[in-house]
């Protein structure tokens, strides 16, 4: 490098020198400097020698040493246009390196000072007690705008009227510096507006991702994820901090948290997400598999006991509304959910095996929204549609109880094994009955009435509901007519047995197995297509009698002239024989009292007392008359005879009547004789063939 003369330095200053102070301020390009060779020039040139010694470096600005009048290095070095101070390359404009915390202090007048400093790896800007303001958008910088302030309070205002936005800038990704952006905007609030970030998608298209309005309102476009080491939480609450809602994600056992914050005290498990599972009160929902599916729902947990019963309600906003509670309850020891409100309970299920099944207050509607009963089944309009189905899922008797206060009534189907409601049930069969002495009974018509009722003791009536005594079967058509029919037995071809109304009576009171009206217009009472068989081998009739003695089955009696019976031969002018196994018996209205029926009303020992006193009306009625054969075979109480001899009547000892047997009786006799022996039966007595004398 050429030797520098004195007149061409543009400036020198520092004459005389002072240690530590830069002799030379030269403005240009900087030069290797030789002090001694300028001391020379200095002295050629006829001023005051300055006696200067040393020789500085190449590109560093030099200083002088401790004595004052020896140049040296100082720290400050100019490197390819850069500068370094403590730095012999320096890599920038300006570049400062020291040991410890190198900085850039701006101070004015000692009154404010500013300090950009690198500690460690930390960056600090360090402003004044002022504001810390940031300007940018003009080339000269100096009419550049406001885009971003620092209060000294550390408040941060960015943006301008012009640019209001705040971006994050990031080089990598897709090649979109900005990602997303902050700023400001006007909501109608009293006092400014929102607060807004934007992100930029793979479109290069700002989204709206987060908006906070001026009243603290925050919405989120997109989903929000928080993250933590352990347990992260979410948390709202007001000004007082002892109330607050927070969420969690519990990390040991992976289920999402909800709980509360009352009154300074935490109430956890409030609400707790588990796989598909909800968690009320416990941080572990856990659900049975069934059929090799792990169920998911809803559990709340609780003690019936301490008040804290688990309950879901349902409430209907608005003054005077109520609500409605699902809620389970303990009564014993079993458990059941109830539905209704907390004092008035319209329906339980029960959930313990002995006692279990469903009980309601209100009525129940399947296939309906407004049941009009208990149970109201509305079915789906379908031909042949099964509306109920009642089902035993093994061999074994199915019922449907129906009950009332006291008494129990039945439809079943009975199993394999016989249904043990009643005796004599029968298995595979279908039924229903009633337990206690009440009767089962059915009715139809537009006009509705009851057609057929089985009492309690049996008895079936159709057209009536009074089966008394011991009656299994009555029939009643109170409208019937003389020839209206009651009931009919017959193959669709032939009548087997035909039942007509009765127009009267008629027949006797006494004891019988069938009694039979007779009709109103012909007096008849059976119309018979065939023989009528009988076991009896006579035809015998009622005759009224004039003397109070017994007469035996086979003697022979007397007529007197009124026609009455009589056992004096004196008094007789004809002569039968008594009937003793008739087929056929006319004359059989010697006692019409109706035969009496035990009724509902009275007690068997009231019953008991009125029948004694029929039976001793009907037994006097019966000693008045006797049963006289008039036709067929009779046994005969005379003994002695022989096959072919004639019965003739004669006087006894007493002058009561008796018999003889006559082999050739005279015609006197024959007209007087009452029969011709057939044969002689085992015990002498004779068997005859009925005759009238």
């Known amino acids: 490098m050429a030797d520098i003369k004195i007149t061409e330095l543009p400036l020198i200053a520092n004459i005389p020198p002072t240690a530590g102070v830069f002799p030379i301020v030269y403005l240009g390009v900087t030069h290797k400097m030789n002090w001694e060779q300028l001391n020379s020039q200095i002295t050629a040139s006829g001023a005051n020698p300055l006696n200067i010694t040393g020789t500085g470096t190449t590109n560093s600005i030099p200083k002088w040493t401790t004595g004052g009048s020896v140049i040296g290095d100082s720290v400050i070095v100019e490197s390819g246009g850069n500068v370094g101070i403590g730095e012999s390359n320096p890599e920038e404009a300006l570049e400062i390196k020291t040991s410890s915390l190198p900085a850039i202090q701006l101070n004015q007048n000692d009154q ?69 952006r902050m700023y400001g ?116 947990t609780g003690t019936v006991e301490s008040g804290t019963a688990p309950v879901i309600r349902l409430s209907e906003t608005g003054s005077g509304k109520g609500y409605q509670e699902i809620r389970s309850q303990r009564e014993g020891s079993g458990n059941y959910l109830a539905f209704g409100e907390s004092a008035d309970t319209f329906m339980v299920i029960r959930s313990d095996d002995n006692d279990g099944g469903i009980t309601t207050r209100g009525n129940v509607g399947i296939g309906t929204t407004s049941p009009g009963n208990k149970l109201h089944i509305e079915g789906s309009g379908l031909a042949n549609e099964s509306v109920l189905r009642v089902n035993n899922q093994v061999q074994a008797s199915s019922r449907i109880w129906l009950r009332n206060s006291g008494q129990s009534g039945y439809i079943f189907n009975s199993g394999t094994a016989a249904e043990t409601l009643a005796t004599g049930i029968l298995s595979q069969a279908m039924g229903f009955g009633i337990n206690n002495n009440s009767p089962i009974q059915f009715y139809n018509g537009a006009t509705a009435s009851v057609k057929l009722t089985i009492a309690s003791g049996g008895g079936v009536g159709i057209g009536t509901t009074s089966i008394t005594g011991t009656t299994k079967l009555r029939v ?58 009988a076991g009896g081998t006579d035809y015998a009739e009622y005759m009224t009698k004039s003397v109070t003695d017994d007469i035996s089955k086979g003697d022979i009696v007397g007529i007197n002239t009124d026609g009455l019976l009589t056992n004096v031969f ?11 196994n008739p087929s056929y018996v006319g004359g059989d209205t010697w006692f019409t009292e109706k035969i009496l029926e035990k009724t509902e009303e009275q007690s068997q020992e009231e019953f008991d007392l009125i029948l004694q006193d029929f039976e001793d009306r009907m037994e006097a009625a019966r000693s008045t008359v006797d049963r006289i054969a008039f036709s067929g075979q009779v046994p005969c109480n005379v003994n002695g005879a022989s096959v072919g001899d004639y019965i003739i009547p004669i006087a006894s000892s007493d002058g009561k009547i008796t018999g003889e047997a006559v082999s050739s009786p005279t015609f006197d006799q024959y007209k007087l004789s009452v029969g011709k022996v057939w044969k002689i039966m085992e015990d002498g007595r004779s068997w005859v063939a009925v005759k009238i004398g």
């Not at 810390?132 to 971003?148: H, K, R």
């Not at 008094?571 to 039968?576: R, T």
């Open 112 to 180: 404010y000072k500013s300090i950009i400093r690198l500690a460690g790896n930390d960056l600090e800007i360090r402003g004044s007690s002022g504001v810390m303001e940031f300007y940018n958008g003009s080339a000269d910088g100096d009419s550049s705008a406001l885009v971003m302030s620092i209060s000294s309070g550390g408040d941060v205002t960015i943006g301008s009227a012009n640019d209001p936005y705040l971006y994050m800038i990031s080089s990598g990704g897709n090649g979109y510096n900005q990602r997303f």
């Open 185 to 300: 905007y006007a909501d109608g609030g009293t006092y400014g507006g929102g607060f807004k970030i934007d992100t930029r998608d793979s479109s290069n298209v700002f989204n709206n991702a987060l908006a906070i309005s001026s009243g603290g309102a925050v919405e989120l476009t997109k989903s929000l994820t928080v993250k933590n080491g352990s347990d992260p939480i979410v948390t709202v609450s007001d000004t007082d901090t002892n109330y607050r809602g927070s969420m969690r994600w519990l990390s040991s056992s992976n289920v999402l948290e909800f709980f509360t914050r009352y009154a300074g005290t935490y109430y956890t498990n409030n609400l707790v997400l588990d796989r598909g599972n909800v968690g009320i009160g416990t941080n572990n929902p856990s659900f049975a598999t069934i059929n090799s599916y792990a169920q998911r729902g809803i559990e709340i």
């Open 476 to 533: 009643i058509n109170s409208n019937a007519g003389a020839t209206d029919a009651l009931m009919f037995v017959d193959n669709a071809v032939h009548n087997a047995i035909g039942i007509y109304s009765a127009g009267a009576d008629g027949y006797n009171g006494a004891p019988t197995v069938m009694i039979m009206g007779q009709n109103a217009t012909n007096a008849r009472s059976i119309n018979a297509g065939g023989s009528i068989n």
């Open 570 to 580: 004196s008094d007789a002018i004809s002569f039968v024989i008594k009937s003793t």
